[in-house]
């Protein structure tokens, strides 16, 4: 399995993270999709799959929640670097 992966200086990192406000739109209606997906089924569940499947979206909410912090880490860096 090849992966691939980019050398960027903190800088590229940075801007590479500021998502536009409707890529962070998308990405808020997805982790409140996924959220609500989660809510509805039910807690008591047994079911094996549905266990794997509460994780895999507890994992993608994480992941969403991460880019959506990233860019506003990099939106404030910026703007206490301006000031």
Known sequence: MVFTTYNLSEADRL???ILTTLQSQVIQ???AQ???EIVL???SATDE???EKLNFQKGQIAELRAMLDASEQAEQYYIQERN
């Open 49 to 51: 799959k549905y266990f």
């Open 29 to 31: 209606n997805r982790i």
């Open 41 to 43: 089924v039910s807690a």
């Open 15 to 17: 801007q590479g993270s």
């Open 34 to 36: 996924l959220a609500e």
